[in-house]
């Protein structure tokens, strides 16, 4: 039996797995690296062994340092989490040569997965349906194709190529991207992405435990997953589950996985492979099963028997959003930074299977987290289960919206935004949902009063706050005068550019005059600053209180409650109506240097993966000039013009912060 257990990964999934052993009696090691010594999972683990550096290579990914970890602390079982360690036959060949129970499906499983090409023909010969894979560009009959590399996860390398001409070199352009084989496969639009998890035993047994739906996806990786499936019967939903069966069998597996299907409008599906891990959307299936999944592959890794003689019953409906660190309008650029607060109303429970409908989150971060740039950028995951769908969808975009993330870009407002889709709503989603409504990555705090509102309750908390510190007179209002005299103003970062914020109040509390208005950046110094314009239509508000966090407005009758959060320069507001960070920005800002003509700076903290072009090189525009790799994603840093290369200061491996500057082009 398990008596102490590594988990060799980090976040939330460890948090998870913890979770779980607490539950039935099993200590847990927990490993680190450098930038991870105060993370959550440390701190809740009974041991914590420190893996030097930050990178993956170095720390998590690192077969013999994790095994020494293990060694070290007394542990007699390994989870490999739910990254690629959990699909490598080698590190599972290794922990099980060192001793240790291995939490996963069996190695020589495990190499036949890791080549899809194989996997899929295995499971064509079960009579399981599967699309044609051609591995030689040339025996292409028709388009468009999809290519897809041989090994790896997450989507990475994937690319769709819709006419001869382009194939060859998106196919050499693939290789050189992920380092391998890759092949191809007739790319069917319009369909959903549906999974079904299973357990299998090794005695034999395989239980299905209905089915997923994952098709909100953004670049081949999911963000919204349901069960059950609003596109599934019960007739396809056996369907679904018998040939998951047939796969599970064909191919010899052992242990928690999925079975991933395309499925299209007219009920026919495909097999696309079986994902050997523990995935990161189980928490639905936990809530409509009532089953800990975790727990169940803990037992199947110790030998035993499944406790359920088939597919459990379906309990409701759950959905999952997964909340990361990227900003969704910038091509879903990853963010890092600190986590100043993250709070999620109305939680009922974390980790675990909940026990009556309610919200779950599952988070791998907390206040003061800090989020590098070496791993995924999902933050948490948030679930609501409810007895129906809409109640789900309803109270989960409820409360993504009502949540409090400061200090990082994230997708909350997409996630929200498709929540509360008509489309969705109806269950009409397919893996182009997002490419057929980009009205979803719009902001919540979208209209021109909302954003007024903002601006106004973070210029009266600051100063309130001010006024909270101040040495002498800290009771009366700010700016108070005897005589009336100018009004109190601050300008801020906005949204859309700087804008100024002014006020002024009477003896009743009443805001006597108020604006917000644009301002041009090159007048941020000028002295017309602070001067009520001459037209104001503003409706008329009420300062209800103003403290230096919470500020009551009374707009016209009704009474509006907006939080403040401010962090150095920068308030954090949320209210009904959304959230926005406004930094303000100070009347006399000190010099700052000036970069070179045509320079382009680093958009995020990364290393440098690629450098394509030398000094003094033409390039024209839209050329890949480098890449840089962040968050388990490569960037593409594109020549905005044509040019000549003047300087590129960086070199492959170089880790580069936002800002910094990679190159500088001569424009022709």
């Known amino acids: 039996m398990i008596r102490r257990i590594l988990v060799a990964d980090r976040g939330e999934v460890a948090r998870r797995v913890f979770a779980t052993c607490r539950l039935v009696g099993i200590e847990t090691v927990a490993v680190y690296s450098d930038v991870d010594s105060n993370a959550p999972h440390v701190t809740e683990a009974d041991y914590a062994v420190h893996l030097p550096g930050n990178t993956p290579s170095a720390t998590y990914l690192r077969t013999e340092a994790l095994i020494a970890a293990a060694q070290r602390a007394g542990a007699n079982a390994l989870h490999p989490g739910i990254g690629v360690l959990a699909e490598d036959p080698e590190f599972a060949e290794a922990v099980s040569e060192a001793g240790m129970i291995w939490v996963g499906a069996p190695a020589a499983t495990l190499r036949t997965l890791s080549v899809k090409t194989e996997m899929k023909k295995l499971v064509a010969e079960a009579q399981v349906p599967v699309l044609p894979t051609f591995t030689d560009p040339d025996s292409v009959p028709g388009f468009p194709v999809l290519i897809k590399p041989s090994t790896g996860t997450g989507g990475t390398g994937m690319r769709v190529v819709r006419d001869a001409t382009t194939l060859a070199e998106a196919v050499a352009s693939t290789r050189r991207e992920v380092g391998g084989d890759v092949f191809c496969e007739p790319y069917v639009s319009n369909v959903r992405h549906i999974e079904v998890p299973i357990l299998a035993d090794a005695q034999g047994a395989v239980v299905p435990f209905g089915e997923r739906e994952c098709s909100v996806q953004r670049r081949y990786q999911k963000i919204v997953e349901e069960t059950p499936s609003p596109a599934v019967d019960p007739a396809l939903r056996e369907e679904l589950c018998r040939a998951a069966i047939v796969a599970v069998r064909a191919l010899g597996y052992v242990g928690t996985g999925a079975v991933e299907f395309l499925l299209d409008a007219d009920g026919d599906f495909w097999f696309l492979e079986l994902t050997p891990t523990l995935q990161a959307d189980h928490a639905v299936t936990e809530c409509v099963s009532g089953y800990d999944m975790v727990r169940l592959q803990l037992l199947v890794a110790e030998g035993g028997s499944l406790p359920m003689p088939g597919p459990p019953p379906i309990r409701g409906h759950a959905i999952e959003v997964r909340i990361s660190a990227e900003d969704p309008a910038y091509a879903w650029l990853p963010a890092a930074g600190t986590l100043h607060r993250f709070a999620v109303p109305d939680v009922a429970g974390t980790f675990r299977p909940l026990p009556q409908p309610g919200l779950r989150l599952d988070a791998g971060v907390a206040d003061a987290s800090v989020i590098g740039m070496h791993h995924d950028p999902m933050l948490a995951k948030l679930i609501a289960w409810a007895p129906s769908r ?272 990679l190159a500088v082009l001569d424009p022709e």
């Open 390 to 661: 809409q109640e789900a969808a309803r109270m989960l975009a409820s409360a993504l919206a009502r949540t409090q993330l400061h200090g990082v870009v994230s997708n909350r407002d997409l996630l929200v935004r498709v929540l509360r889709h008509h489309s969705f709503r109806a269950g009409d989603v397919d893996t182009g949902f997002l490419d057929r409504h980009p009205e979803v990555f719009a902001p919540l705090l979208s209209s021109v009063d909302a954003v007024r509102l903002s601006c106004l309750a973070a210029a009266l908390a600051g100063a309130a706050s001010r006024r909270a510190t101040a040495p002498v007179l800290g009771s009366l209002p700010s700016g108070w005068r005897n005589v009336p005299s100018g009004s109190q103003t601050a300008v801020y970062d906005g949204p859309t550019g700087p804008v100024e914020v002014g006020y002024r109040m009477n003896r009743h509390g009443e805001l006597a005059v108020w604006w917000v208005r644009a301002v041009d950046p090159e007048e941020l110094d000028l002295a017309g600053l602070g001067q009520a314009p001459v037209s104001d239509d503003h409706p008329p508000i009420v300062v209800v209180q103003a403290a230096a966090e919470r500020v009551v407005l009374n707009v016209q009758g009704i009474r509006l409650t907006v939080l403040v959060h401010r962090v150095g320069d920068v308030s954090y507001v949320d209210s009904p109506e959304g959230s926005v960070a406004l930094r303000e920005i100070s009347r006399f800002p000190l010099p700052a240097p000036e970069a070179a003509e045509s320079s382009l700076i680093a958009p995020l903290p990364g290393a440098v993966r690629r450098v394509l072009v030398v000094p003094g090189q033409r390039v024209r525009a839209g050329e890949l000039l480098l890449t840089l790799e962040a968050m388990k994603l490569e960037h593409p840093v594109h020549a905005p013009s044509a040019g000549v290369v003047a300087s590129l200061p960086v070199h492959p491996g170089a880790e580069v912060d936002t800002g910094e500057l």
